[in-house]
């Protein structure tokens, strides 16, 4: 008698996203071993990412149209009117203008070399720093535009420090991190963010707090009415009876806690989810408030699945490039590290049971940095401004792909001869992909591919997709292929070439017959 056709369904390829910590071999099905130019969706989908597309068309002053400016950072200055300006520099320049840039020269005795600039808005200015710098202020106040450093602008105090990191918090701002400072935060005057010297300016020396030995101030953070202080190795966060309301002094500060033995490695890896502040540690992305439930546990962070991967990215990578942003519309957080052209993504929906977050990993995004602006998601780059939307990468198309776990059909010693492969897919006609798979982990040695066609639609209904994001033409498809190839150990592959239609994966099903027993 013939053996009967065994088969194994992935319902929800990358349900739980990228894992590239755990054994391939024992690796709990709904992980995926590649998860490539994707994102999560609200269903629970892995579907291509959005594209990029640039945004400026021309450079004011003598820089012409369409030059390779080398884009390093974006901010959103919005006055006291509610009226938006984008700022925006290389490692040389300003300029303002989103489309059109205009190049603007701040009054400052430094010749600016370098780029790494944080920004912070307070009482209608925008402040600048960097350390080694001189901070500068940019304002529309009372109708006359000024962009000058500290040390230019009539009414800055002295005492003011050449900062590397900067916050706007609690009607002051704060500011950390010179080159011969590391464990001082200076703040200023309320609603004065240029007088650090009298009223009720002051600063804190944190180093009596280091129970464990020195440390350096890298990051600053606000969260709950807390102050959050991000070292090295350390958190500190401060408070204060009042809830940092207007005329605090510095006696009036308390220190809350000091959570030992984790802390911040790059100041731009800092982001404000609304409910939690995500860092990178030099172990992985860490939740500050999982932090201080942990504290006294042994510690876990949010990027477990990928840690290694993020480890070893961070060994070959420069702290200060090191950038990120939190999409509140995209419900992810995206961290980039731009040696080795990796952006990791994390879905901010829903943390598995173990508090990890669903991970998956852009590899052909160039962002030196990023800005949030209500709903739309802006990148800094080599030419510019660039969006996140479409399904191009500035024009060009590029690949989402996916590899399952290893699986052996729930048969540890039979050889399996594969019959058939099909995958449900949702996208629309002309688009393309390829499924692939490999036996005993070694590279596919089968590969399929497919063209998505009206005359393959499924009887899935579409409304359960809730594709919105979709054009017309929306097809839902079930396509199969005859395979061939046989092993003990299976994997099954996915590519698609996005090329400016949406593209999501549904459901891989595999189809053996059952050989020798091993």
């Known amino acids: 008698m013939a053996k009967p056709i065994i088969s194994a369904a992935i319902s929800a390829p990358a349900f739980y996203g990228l894992n590239t910590q755990e054994s391939g071999v024992t690796l709990q099905e709904g992980f995926a071993l590649l998860a490539d130019n994707s994102v999560i969706d609200k269903q629970g989908r892995l579907s291509a990412r959005k594209g990029w597309e640039t945004l400026t068309t021309s450079l004011g002053g003598s820089n ?6 080398g884009l390093e950072g974006m901010s959103n200055f919005i006055d006291i009117a509610g009226v938006s300006t984008r700022l925006n520099w290389s490692n040389t320049t300003f300029y303002k203008g989103t489309t059109a840039f205009t190049a603007i020269t701040p009054t400052t005795t430094d010749t600016i070399s370098d780029g ?6 307070l009482n209608d ?25 500290y040390a230019s602008h009539s009414h800055a105090s002295s005492g003011y420090p050449s900062a590397n ?20 935060v200076w703040f200023t005057d309320v609603l004065n963010g240029h007088k650090f010297t009298g009223g009720t300016s002051g600063s804190l020396d944190i180093s009596s707090v280091l129970t464990q030995g020195m440390d350096e101030i890298v990051a600053l953070g606000a969260h709950n009415g807390f102050l959050i202080i991000f070292c090295k190795n350390n958190i500190i966060v401060y408070g204060d009876g009042d809830n940092f309301q207007s005329g605090i002094t510095t006696s009036s500060l308390t220190l809350v806690e000091v959570i030992e033995g984790v ?18 540690s030099a172990s992985g992305v860490r939740s500050l408030s999982r932090t201080i ?13 990928v840690s290694d991967d993020i480890i070893q990215a961070l060994e070959f990578e420069d702290v ?19 040696t080795t052209f990796q952006t990791f993504c994390f879905d901010t929906r829903a943390p598995l049971q173990d508090g990890a977050f669903r991970a998956t990993l852009w590899n052909s995004v160039p962002p030196k940095n990023y800005l949030t602006v209500g709903s739309s998601l802006f990148y800094a780059e080599i030419d510019g401004i660039a969006t996140y939307k479409g399904h191009r990468d500035n024009n060009q198309p590029y690949v989402m792909s996916y590899a399952s776990n290893y699986f052996d059909l729930g048969l540890s010693d039979v050889n399996k001869i594969i019959k058939k492969v099909s995958a449900t897919t949702v996208g629309i006609s002309g688009q393309t992909f390829s499924l692939q798979v490999g036996y005993e982990y070694e590279p596919a040695v089968f590969s399929e591919n497919f063209t998505l066609d009206a005359s393959a639609v499924a009887e899935y209904n579409i409304s359960e997709f809730n594709l919105i994001e979709y054009s017309g033409g929306i097809l839902v498809n079930d396509q199969s292929s005859p395979a061939q190839g046989s092993g003990n150990i299976l994997q099954i592959g996915f590519n698609a070439p996005i090329n400016g239609s949406a593209m999501s994966l549904q459901r891989l099903t595999i189809y053996a017959k059952q050989g020798k027993v091993l």
């Open 64 to 69: 012409g149209a369409n030059a390779n400016i």
């Open 125 to 149: 200015h925008h402040y600048f720093y960097q350390r080694g710098y001189l901070p500068l202020i940019y304002t529309n106040e009372s109708g006359s535009e000024e962009f000058e450093s």
């Open 116 to 121: 790494n600039w944080q920004a912070a808005t």
């Open 263 to 280: 802390g911040c490695v790059a100041r731009d890896s800092v982001q404000s989810t609304g409910e939690d502040i995500l860092f990178l």
């Open 165 to 184: 990191t900067v916050l706007a918090a609690y009607g002051r701002l704060w500011a950390a991190d010179t080159t011969t400072n590391k464990t001082t």
């Open 320 to 338: 200060s490039k090191i950038k990120s942003v939190y999409s509140p519309s995209n419900s992810f957080y995206l961290l980039s590290f731009p």
């Open 293 to 305: 439930q942990e504290k006294s546990q042994p510690l876990r962070d949010i990027s477990k699945n």
